[in-house]
């Protein structure tokens, strides 16, 4: 993944399920995600957050509040797309313009799935 500037984030995916996210613009934070199936339609996801200095700031907890969010506004778009493929109201799920690394992910998971 090419980084534009030395403060952008920085998104590591680690076959099968691992992904680990630098943020450059959080003074040494990071996260790591684990996704788990749990049957044919549904997956855990456990995150969590680490910081270079275990003090928890007010910055730090609002990092933290902020990376909740938007973690919960990806599942809607991702709930909403994989009905609309279920549906066969969408032939092709959407990935956005940074998500390359997630489209080289999924290859791998249709490789070991044809294996």
């Known amino acids: 993944m090419r980084i534009h500037h030395e403060r952008e984030a ?3 995916y680690f076959w099968p399920n691992l992904t680990v996210n630098v ?3 959080a003074d040494g934070a990071g996260t ?3 996704v788990g199936p749990i049957d044919e339609g549904r997956f855990q996801l456990v995150a969590d957050h680490c910081f270079a200095d275990p003090d ?3 910055a730090k907890a609002e990092f933290v509040r902020t990376s909740r969010q938007l973690r919960e506004e990806d599942f809607e778009l991702i709930d909403r797309q994989q009905r ?3 549906s066969g109201g969408t032939v092709q799920a959407r990935l956005g313009p940074n998500e390359h690394t997630v489209h080289k992910r999924h290859r791998f998971a ?3 799935y044809e294996a």
């Open 10 to 12: 920085k998104f590591y």
């Open 32 to 34: 790591y995600i684990i």
């Open 56 to 58: 928890l700031t007010e």
């Open 110 to 112: 249709r490789e070991a």
């Open 84 to 86: 609309g493929l279920e």
């Open 23 to 25: 943020y450059g613009t």
